[in-house]
Each structure stands twice: as structure tokens, then as C-alpha cells.
């Protein structure tokens, strides 16, 4: 059995272990798991408008699995995901509500403001790794919750004391007639192509330019990348602007898309979190990612629909999740029996 062959194998068994799994706690529970994946199942495909949702769900997690991905592949972890995103929401929500441009210009203008502000998100904990040797996952964490309540004090200030700020500008929506139409008003934007854009733009990065064979040569090895004359305190900072620019850009679907405004926040939205399991779906690779980030969201999507169609409550479906995510991590034990089986087989030939 080939390397290629193994690699595609594995990441379908978990999946296919954690949703045989999930059917037997789904049993043990008193539900039936026929009805619970059907009820699923319908969640994501069941029309076109469901099916516009779903998508609208994947496209956040593409970059917040990107950021994650990223900052792992240059052997950082970023778990700021979520406060990054917040504050590229933030900044591509003012941008949106503050100039009135047209939208060849204000669409552009407000994701950069989404990237800068994730960007700057990250440059904090970047710098304190570099320069202080502060562990990046102590401070993200931290900025998180900062994150939270820093948007939650600066919507009061935007609005005027209000909850949430201003309407963005039909300029700068990413709202599309022709998506809704489709779709039958479902709320599916274009936010979905700059994902498959930032997808080939994170391959493009790590796979032809020099700076990601730096970065990626700082994460394998700090000394090693040193001693060949790399600057790695300049790598590492950059590592994180990087990732927290894929997260801000996450939080501007919602700005721009999903929301097209920015309320007070009670709690984390997740997403930030969540870019974690996705680009452990995904292996950190980017197309791996969007794999990983199309089965996160279908899953969560099409999970709304379990309480409603079979009882089934959505706690369920986290079950499943972490069921996947389990035997992902745990992909190594598949891999050696997969080996194991086609070594036996090619020695009965």
C-alpha cells in the first residue's frame, strides 16, 4: 500500500470510526442514530438554502484553520485565533459603517483593516516570544479575553453607547443578489472565494517563496536556522502578523457577510477555537485545511437541524466532532495497522 494511498486512508477511517462511534453514544443515549444522521445529513444538502448556509459556515472556519495552520507549520501555536478574529471583525465592521467609497475601494479596504488589526493581534505575543522568550500560548490566551472586552468597550465608543455598531455600507458588503437568489436567500456571500483564495495564498507562501522555507526552517530547528544565518527573532514575529491576518480576514466574512455589523459580545464565538480542530483535520496543510474546514462546518451546520427532526440534541454532534478529531490525533495507530495490512497482503502474494 503507497505513502499517497495511506494518507488518504487514514483521515476517511477517523472519520468514519468517529461517526460509528457517535452512532453507538447516539444509541446508548435513547436516540435513534438513523434518524440523528439523517436529520444531519438534511441540515447540509437538504435544499439549496440549506446548502447556502452550510457554505456560509465553512468560510470562517477556512481562516481561522489557516491561522492555526499557519503559525503550527513555522512551529508556533497561536491558540489567539479568537481574539485576532475578533478584531478583524471589529475593524472591517467600522470600516464598513465609517467611510462611504465605492466598492472597488471599500470592499478591499475593509480586509485589510480585518488583516492588520489581526495582524497587530498577533504581533504582540510575536514580539514578547522573540524578544523575551514569553510562551506565545500564555499570552494569547490572555489577549483572547482582552480581545473580548477591548471590541465589547470600542462598539460602546463607535455606536454612541449603543450594542452594536451601524449597519456597513451596501459599498462595502460582500452580500450578493445573485448568491441569495441561487440559494434562496440564504445568507451565502462571496466570502467563500477570498477563502479558496487565501488557501492558495498560505501554499504559495510555504511552498515557492524564501520566506516560508525561513519560517518553516525556524520551526524545525531555531539553532540550526540561526547558525545559516537566518534571523529568527524577525521569523517568529512574522510567523504570528502572518497567522493573525489569516484570523482577522475570519473575522471580516462576518463583518462583511454574515452579520454586516458588530454587537457586543457576551462570550467567544468559537471560531477562533474551533480553527484549531479544523487544522488538525486538515494535517496544517492548506487544502487539507479546507477539506477540514468543509466537514467542521457541514457538521456544525447540519447538527442545528438534529433537535429539530430527530430529538437529537446538538451536544451530540459536538460528540462526534471530538470523536473525529480523536482518532485523527490518533491517526499513527491507523497508520501502522494500515501498514501492517498491506505488508501482510503483498507477503500472501
Given amino acids: 500500500?503507497?505513502?499517497?494511498?495511506?494518507?488518504?486512508?487514514?483521515?476517511?477511517?477517523?472519520?468514519?470510526?468517529?461517526?460509528i462511534i457517535g452512532a453507538i453514544v447516539m444509541a446508548v443515549s435513547g436516540f435513534n442514530p438513523i434518524d440523528g444522521y439523517v436529520a444531519l445529513w438534511?441540515?447540509?444538502?437538504?435544499d439549496t438554502y440549506t446548502m447556502g448556509e452550510?457554505?456560509?459556515?465553512?468560510?470562517?472556519?477556512?481562516?481561522?484553520?489557516?491561522?492555526?495552520?499557519?503559525?503550527?507549520?513555522t512551529g508556533l501555536f497561536n491558540i489567539g485565533v479568537e481574539g485576532q478574529l475578533i478584531m478583524g471583525w471589529l475593524a472591517a465592521a467600522y470600516v464598513g459603517q465609517a467611510f462611504e467609497l465605492p466598492a472597488v475601494v471599500h470592499v478591499p479596504l475593509a480586509?485589510?483593516?480585518?488583516?492588520?488589526?489581526?495582524?497587530?493581534?498577533a504581533f504582540i505575543p510575536g514580539l514578547l516570544k522573540a524578544k523575551l522568550q514569553v510562551h506565545e500560548v500564555i499570552v494569547t490566551i490572555m489577549m483572547n479575553y482582552t480581545a473580548l472586552h477591548v471590541a465589547n468597550a470600542l462598539i460602546g465608543v463607535i455606536s454612541g453607547g449603543e450594542e452594536r455598531t451601524e449597519r456597513i455600507h451596501e459599498s462595502a458588503s460582500l452580500r450578493s443578489e445573485f448568491l441569495e437568489t441561487m440559494t434562496d436567500y440564504s445568507r451565502m456571500h462571496w466570502g467563500f472565494v477570498i477563502a479558496l483564495i487565501a488557501v492558495m495564498i498560505m501554499w504559495f507562501i510555504l511552498q515557492k517563496?524564501?520566506?516560508g522555507y525561513e519560517l518553516k526552517a525556524v520551526g524545525f530547528n531555531k539553532n540550526a536556522s540561526e547558525y545559516a544565518g537566518m534571523n529568527v527573532n524577525k521569523n517568529i514575529i512574522l510567523?504570528?502578523?502572518?497567522?493573525?491576518?489569516?484570523?482577522?480576514?475570519?473575522?471580516?466574512?462576518?463583518a462583511l457577510g454574515t452579520f454586516e455589523n458588530?454587537?457586543?459580545?457576551?462570550?467567544?464565538?468559537?471560531?477562533?477555537?474551533?480553527?484549531?480542530?479544523?487544522?488538525?483535520?486538515?494535517?496544517?496543510?492548506?487544502?487539507g485545511v479546507l477539506l477540514g474546514a468543509i466537514l467542521f462546518g457541514a457538521l456544525k451546520n447540519g447538527g442545528l437541524n438534529m433537535p429539530s427532526e430527530a430529538g437529537v440534541p446538538t451536544e451530540i454532534v459536538s460528540i462526534v466532532i471530538a470523536l473525529i478529531i480523536f482518532f485523527v490525533a490518533s491517526g499513527?495507530?491507523?497508520?501502522?495497522?494500515?501498514e501492517r495490512f498491506g505488508k501482510k497482503r503483498k507477503e500472501e502474494k
Avoid at 239 to 254: D, H, K
Avoid at 332 to 338: D, Q, T
Fill in 209 to 211: 517563496t524564501t520566506l
Fill in 42 to 46: 438534511n441540515g447540509i444538502f437538504m
Fill in 262 to 287: 458588530m454587537s457586543k459580545l457576551h462570550a467567544a464565538t468559537g471560531i477562533g477555537f474551533d480553527g484549531i480542530a479544523v487544522a488538525l483535520l486538515g494535517a496544517n496543510q492548506p487544502f
Fill in 332 to 338: 499513527y495507530i491507523i497508520r501502522v495497522a494500515l
Fill in 1 to 19: 500500500m503507497s505513502k499517497r494511498v495511506v494518507n488518504i486512508l487514514v483521515p476517511l477511517i477517523s472519520i468514519l470510526l468517529g461517526l
Fill in 111 to 121: 480586509l485589510i483593516a480585518a488583516a492588520a488589526a489581526g495582524a497587530l493581534w
Fill in 239 to 254: 510567523a504570528m502578523v502572518i497567522s493573525g491576518a489569516f484570523a482577522g480576514l475570519g473575522g471580516a466574512m462576518e
Fill in 54 to 73: 452550510t457554505v456560509r459556515q465553512i468560510t470562517p472556519y477556512v481562516f481561522s484553520g489557516l491561522a492555526v495552520a499557519f503559525a503550527f507549520r
